[in-house]
């Protein structure tokens, strides 16, 4: 099975690009994890919390890499099962990776992949800056209410963009995006692109990010430790002030 992992800074054409390489049948099966934490933060009600919300208020409550990633690491996972099992020829991974701990799992699965007809490419959607902030003006996105906003996000993306492709800089490839140029010539580019051929050996990137020392508390712990730590929040997030019941976690 081939995977591409679709990623970029703000409003550079991600979720737009997508539906344009299924319908060119270049991949016949779509994870979109930003799409899945939108949808589960909108099911947050701390007024009237319940084990269905706990996830949801837990994770409104706590936006930030630390919390998310592992999260959404589950979920592209268990979605790259369940693709492969459903006999998928192409996955593609929308705004995946997005942080440093994210390229070293694309990294890692490329370098699992054992089938002459696999291989991984981390494609990475480069728009201009005036560009950037023109759509994200017409898109009107919660967050993006202003151009200052925007440009901020936009260089928070071009400031780490490099630290957080690193650990699958084999496999990343770079399609520029015109002003102008329609979706189509856009999914024909990466269309193109060569994916990385697989090797029995894990790739050099993979390793070497196998063997860093890990960078929070989520990749030094054990399941178990994880598990525990994550019980206990999701009960604390169910806790609001006008709930009077006690929190066993406490």
Not at 146 to 168: C, D, G, M, Q
């Amino acid at each position: 099975m081939r995977a591409i992992f679709l990623t970029g800074g703000p409003n550079v054409g991600k979720t737009t690009t997508t539906p344009a390489l299924v319908r060119r049948k270049v991949c016949d099966y779509v994870i979109t994890p930003g799409v899945w934490l939108r949808g589960l933060v909108a099911r947050r009600n701390l007024e009237r919390p319940t084990p269905e919300t706990d996830l949801a208020n837990y994770v409104g409550n706590n936006w930030s890499n630390d919390v998310l990633e592992p999260l959404v690491l589950e979920h592209v996972r268990d979605h790259l099962r369940l693709a492969e099992a459903r006999g998928a020829q192409c996955v593609i991974v929308e705004g995946y990776p997005r942080t440093a701990g994210e390229s070293v799992f694309a990294a890692t699965y490329a370098a699992e992949l054992t089938s002459a007809a696999s291989g991984v490419a981390v494609v990475v959607l480069d728009l201009s800056d005036e560009d950037t902030v023109v759509r994200g003006t017409q898109r009107a996105r919660a967050g993006d209410d202003t151009a200052t906003s925007l440009v901020h996000r936009l260089n928070y993306w071009r400031k780490n963009a490099e630290t957080i492709l690193a650990p699958a800089k084999d496999y990343v490839r770079i399609v520029s995006v015109a002003s102008g140029q329609s979706v189509s010539m856009v999914a024909d580019a990466i269309a193109a692109l060569p994916l990385s051929p697989t090797a029995a050996a894990p790739h050099a990137a993979a390793a070497e990010a196998a063997e860093a020392p890990p960078s929070s508390f989520w990749r030094a712990s054990t399941e178990v430790e994880r598990a525990v730590v994550v019980q206990m929040q999701l009960r604390l997030a169910g806790c609001s002030k006008r709930r009077r019941a006690f929190c066993g976690s406490h």
